[in-house]
């Protein structure tokens, strides 16, 4: 180990040494006109690449920050509206149709599922958001594009890849007409 | 007369590149967080949310940490 004061001029660690470490007689002319330090340059870009990995870090964190306020701040706002969604009598028992709620929407499945009985959820796979087309007989709901199944009386996953349940809307029946009244927040 | 340098270069390079691994390191653990918390908050589990939140905070502070150990060994 060298004492201080007593280092070789010619160590290595002092030098710049070119990329393809050869002497500097043996470089470019370009390369001789306009050295470069390029130890330290190594050093620097790699320490600048430090710093930007730690500002990624910083906007993750800013992503964390945005959940914690939807998660405290985002239940609140205006009472859903109450739209007319179709007839009794426009849907067969095992029928079902698309719709928008609230206005401008994605698209909203409706399936009778009995003579009184109507469901509706989100129409968008929880998975990768293909349309989920019913399949009334087998008491399900079914994503094609990557064999999902749901339980078409709650909305849960029971096969294939969703891992959380469709949205589901809450409907009311007045007078021959169904209603929706709200959306309920998917569950797993 | 100059002050000698804490570190030579080689040392100082080694040093930053242990310091761009752990980074990197901490990170993925941030975006797993993220990916995670995302996935429960969509799933309506918010009981997750802020624990998770202070998780990544801490790491933050631990890449500063880093970075600050960094500069001050120029």
């Known amino acids: ?6 280092e070789n001029p010619r160590d290595v660690e002092r030098l710049t040494v070119p990329p393809d470490r050869r002497s500097v007689a043996e470089q470019p002319k370009w390369r001789r006109d306009f050295p470069i330090d390029f130890a330290e340059d190594d050093y620097t870009a790699r320490r600048d690449l430090v710093k930007f990995i730690v500002l990624t870090s910083a906007a993750l964190v800013v992503g964390q920050g945005w959940l914690v306020l939807k998660a405290l701040f985002g239940k609140g ?21 698309t719709f928008t709620y609230p206005e401008g929407s994605t698209p909203r499945l409706l399936v009778r599922t009995g003579p009184e009985a109507f469901v509706a959820y989100d129409q968008q ?40 349940a469709l949205p589901r809307i809450r409907l009311e029946v007045r007078e021959r007409t169904v209603y929706a009244t709200g959306v309920e927040d998917s569950a797993t | 007369m100059s002050a000698r340098p804490r570190f030579l ?47 990544s905070v801490a790491c933050l502070g631990l890449n500063a940490g880093l970075l600050r150990y960094l500069y001050r060994l120029e």
């Open chain 1, 77 to 97: 706002g205006a009472a859903p509206p109450v739209l007319p969604v179709a007839e009794v009598d426009e849907l067969p028992v095992g029928g079902a149709k």
């Open chain 2, 9 to 55: 270069r080689s040392r100082r390079m080694t040093i930053v590149n242990g310091m761009l691994f752990l980074v990197i390191l901490v990170v993925m653990v941030q975006l797993w967080l993220l990916t995670a918390t995302m996935n429960a908050y969509l799933g309506g589990d918010t009981s997750i949310v802020l624990p998770s939140a202070l998780a």
């Open chain 1, 1 to 6: 180990m060298s004492q201080p004061g007593t």
């Open chain 1, 125 to 164: 796979c929880t998975h990768l958001l293909c349309p989920v087309v019913p399949a009334v007989e087998q008491g399900r709901l079914h994503c094609p594009c990557h064999n999902g199944w749901f339980d078409l009386a709650t909305g849960r996953p029971i096969a294939g890849p969703p891992r959380r």
